[in-house]
C-alpha cells in the first residue's frame, strides 16, 4: 500500500473507531470499540479509556494507524519506538479517556453539517444541540461546535482548535460538564480527517496529535 493510501485508510478508521461505527479495509478492522491491523488487535476502548499496543509490529503502517488516535503520538529514534515522549515496548498502554458515556455515544459524523478539510486544514462545523437541550430550549439556537485549521504556508498546517458558535457561559452547569471534553473530540475528529494536515514531507516526518498541538495556530 503507497503512502496516500496507507494514509487515507488510517483518516478513515480513526473516524470510525472515535465514532463507535464499524470499517472495514483490506488490511483495516474496526467494530466501533475495536481496532485490528492484519487480524492483530492494537486498540480497544475499555470503559471510558483508550488502550493501544503495537501487537508486537514495529512497522511504519502500525505506526501511522496508531498516530491517528487522540492521545497519541508515536515517533521513532535508531529503531526505538517513543509513545508521547517516553520509550515504548509497545505493549498495552493508556492513551486516552472518553470522559463522558453521552459523549462516547454522540456521533460526531453524523450530527456534521459543513466540513471542508483539506491538508491545509480548513473547518468542520457539529450540531450537537442533543447534548445540550436546554441550552436549545432557552435560546431557540442550534448548540454549533467544531474545530479549524489554518494554513501556514510553506506546506505546514497549524494547530487544529476546537471552537463553539456560543459561549459556555450560557449552559447549565451539567452543560458545562460536557464543553471541554466536546470540543476536544471535535479536534480528535478533525485530526482523524486530515492527519493533521500539512503536505507529503510533513506527513512523512508528522507523529500525532499532541504533536500537532505544540504548532502555532497562526503564521501572524
Known sequence: MNYQARRKTSRDAAAAFISSKPYRSKNTVTDGTRLYLFGNLIAEKRGAALWITNAGWSTATTKERLNALPGVSITQKAGIWYLNGAEWSGKWAKVHDFEDPRLEAFSLEENTIDADISYRGGKIKI??????????????????????????????????????MFQPEELTEEERALFDPLLKRCVAYFHSLNNGGGDEYMQENYSGLDFNQTLPTSAY
Do not use: H, K
Open 127 to 164: 450540531d450537537a444541540s442533543e447534548l445540550f437541550p436546554e441550552y436549545y430550549e432557552r435560546t431557540g439556537e442550534r448548540a454549533i461546535v467544531g474545530a479549524y485549521q489554518n494554513y501556514l504556508g510553506g506546506g505546514i498546517a497549524g494547530r487544529i482548535v476546537g471552537a463553539a
